[in-house]
């Protein structure tokens, strides 16, 4: 039996900023900005029947550079008023939301991203556990685990830009049992081929959908090489890229099968079996022999 899943990546643009943000009132008018933008993207992703839509990294905070202990600016990203807000657009438009954010969680600055159920309820969240030397220099906490989310559609999960870079992550979630990879990122300036081959990596090695969400230019602007990467959309297990938002500001939506017949049949690892790739390849691990990765620096 199939299931038909429409995967929507949300393609903003980069902040545009509104004068030094040093205060509360002036993040409050780029939070609001930013808001806008994501109840017109999100409206979009409704329009189009998509199932799940996903931002960018830092979606509801871009350009707002603020000293993190300033809890009148970063808040509580579970209880807080953008919580409240982004659960009823959720339920507004019935769909799943991924929201990635930056704020405090249990009183520790994170980056990480919210997922919302089509009721609007938060059924979880993910702290990003690459964080980038600068980020942990500018307080935020690393996280420590790989969740992944129950959908009435299948199972996903999130990494968060740099968490890419890391084969583990990816790997990681797809044993926790994810079919779909979401990426939120602000990745920008490896080169094109690069990031392409890293990306369509994930995809091919986990058998999982991987959906890249980045940032478009702002209207008017021309992309250059070390950009945000634009191109959101999705990858499919074979690495290929089946939806794709170019450098415009809008929404990419891909109508995938998650149990699309992906079975394999007397190659080099089975012989006279029907098995997925994804059994065949998780299946062969040995993770006894794997030590060299979890051996502390």
């Known amino acids: 039996m199939a299931r038909i899943v429409r995967i929507a990546a949300a393609q903003a643009p980069v902040h545009e900023r509104l004068g030094p943000v040093v205060n509360q009132p002036l993040a409050d008018q780029q939070k ?8 017109q993207l999100v409206t979009q992703a409704a329009d189009a029947r998509a199932d799940i839509v996903c931002f960018a990294e830092h979606a509801t905070t871009q350009g707002i550079a603020n000293d993190p202990s300033r809890r009148d600016i970063w808040e509580d990203v579970i209880a807080g008023p953008t919580a409240k807000w982004a659960g009823d657009l959720a339920a507004r438009c019935k769909l799943y939301l991924v929201l990635p954010v930056k704020g405090y969680i249990d009183g520790q600055l994170r980056n990480a991203a919210i997922v919302y159920d089509r009721r ?22 690393p996280g420590d685990s790989w969740p992944v989310f129950q959908a009435d559609f299948g199972t996903f999960g999130v990494l968060i830009c740099h968490d890419i870079s890391f084969p583990e992550s990816a790997r990681c979630l797809a044993l926790n049992g994810a079919e779909i ?4 990122t602000h990745w920008g300036g490896w080169g094109e081929h690069h990031d392409h081959i890293v990306i369509a990596s994930r995809a091919i090695d986990n058998a999982a959908w991987v959906v890249q969400v980045s940032l478009a230019p702002l ?6 090489p070390g950009d945000h990467i634009a191109n959101s959309g999705v990858i499919s297990p074979l690495g290929q890229r089946i939806s794709n938002a170019g450098q415009r500001i809008g929404v990419s939506v891909a ?3 998650l149990d699309a017949d992906q079975r394999i049949v007397d190659n080099f ?16 691990r040995r993770p006894g022999t794997y030590g060299a990765i979890t051996r502390e620096k």
């Open 181 to 184: 990879l979401f990426w939120p």
């Open 32 to 39: 609001a900005y930013r808001r806008k933008l994501i109840e």
């Open 255 to 257: 109508e995938v099968d």
């Open 269 to 284: 690892s089975v012989q006279g079996e029907q098995i997925t790739f994804r059994e065949a390849m998780l299946g062969d």
């Open 219 to 224: 209207p008017g602007a021309l992309w250059h």
């Open 120 to 141: 609007g309820r938060i059924i979880g969240h993910y702290c990003k556990v690459h964080c980038t030397c600068g980020e942990v220099e500018r307080g935020v906490e």
